[in-house]
């Protein structure tokens, strides 16, 4: 293709877009309204999933260990537990530290556990972490069958919720936008087929002269590309200026240490790069989708 055809390509594709105001105009604003919509689910998604994986790397399994073991047994549960592939760190806990860490988190009312010092009723532990946080309920069970040992916590009911939350907002969200996704794709489809419609004419002299489908093709190609881009503008500054007013003003009122926003930079331009891409590919396939049914390549 020469540098002429490539500018003839872009001037006629331009030119489609300021010959059809109106459709142009809806199939813009239809790709804004898509791409907003997009870019919302796309922030909600993208920090949820920020916030679930601060919550699974939270998530760890604490073993206790029977009052009647002697050290030679508490040592032997701690290398089998070591043994567990899943499991990513393992670190002991003595039951005096377990009695200061249970002070502590009491404050003024864990003074009352101060007088145990002396006969500290709490077990010796160990804390288990594991590499896949959905790993967490199937090495519990297997720890849990060790001798030696009296119980295991891990919050079994939250985290399986917590999973199970997670999936479903994942599968929902990618769902949502992937209806949004082909929708802009219809509207789009269906611009650029009434531009071709209305210039239907004049492509049948072009083929009677000899214009292959792809010389024809590609003007409509730009023209679906531009429309991607000029309705991803609106979008992007949404998002940008958005998340800015957001990340300033929302997350110095969030007091939970897992619930953390993704930092703007780079987290906003890389999603503005993300919608400029989707709306170009949103604009480039309707408008090979439309073309191909015309031409009945």
């Known amino acids: 293709m020469t540098f002429n055809t490539v500018k003839r390509h872009l001037r006629e594709g331009a030119k489609n ?25 796309l922030m909600l998604m993208l920090n949820l999933n920020q916030i679930a994986g601060n919550i699974e790397e939270d998530v760890e399994i604490k073993v206790l260990i029977d009052l009647t073991a002697n050290q030679s047994q508490i040592d032997s549960i701690g290398e089998k537990i070591k043994k567990i592939p899943e ?19 009491m404050g003024e009312q864990g003074k009352a556990w101060e007088l145990f ?29 060790f001798d030696n040992v009296q119980e295991v916590n891990y919050g079994k009911t939250v985290v399986e919720k917590l999973f199970t939350f997670n999936d479903y907002a994942r599968n929902v969200g990618l769902a949502l936008i992937i209806g949004l996704v082909f929708t802009a794709i219809f509207l789009i489809s269906n611009t650029i087929k009434i531009t071709i419609m209305a210039r239907s004419k004049e492509i049948g002299i072009m083929k009677l002269v000899g214009a292959t489908n792809a010389f024809i093709r590609w ?36 007091s939970f240490d897992f619930v953390e926003l993704l930092p703007f930079n780079p987290f906003a331009w890389q999603l503005s790069l993300i919608i400029l891409v989707i709306g170009a590919g949103i604009g480039v396939w309707g408008s090979v989708m439309s073309v191909r049914k015309f031409l009945k390549v």
């Open 87 to 105: 499991v990513s760190t393992v670190e002991f806990s003595s039951k005096e530290e377990e009695l200061n860490s249970l002070i502590d988190s």
């Open 117 to 145: 010092e002396q006969d500290n009723p709490l077990n010796h532990a160990y804390i288990v972490k594991t590499t896949d946080p959905s790993d967490t309920s199937r090495v519990a069970d297997e720890i849990k069958a």
């Open 219 to 254: 003007p409509f190609f730009i023209e679906g590309l531009l429309l991607g881009v000029l309705g991803s503008i609106i979008p992007i500054a949404l998002i940008l200026g958005g998340y800015y007013y957001l990340e300033a003003n929302v997350s110095s009122l969030i």
């Open 17 to 41: 877009i300021l010959r059809n105001g109106w459709m142009t105009f809806a199939s813009i604003a239809a790709v804004t309204t898509t791409l907003i919509l997009v870019g919302a689910f």
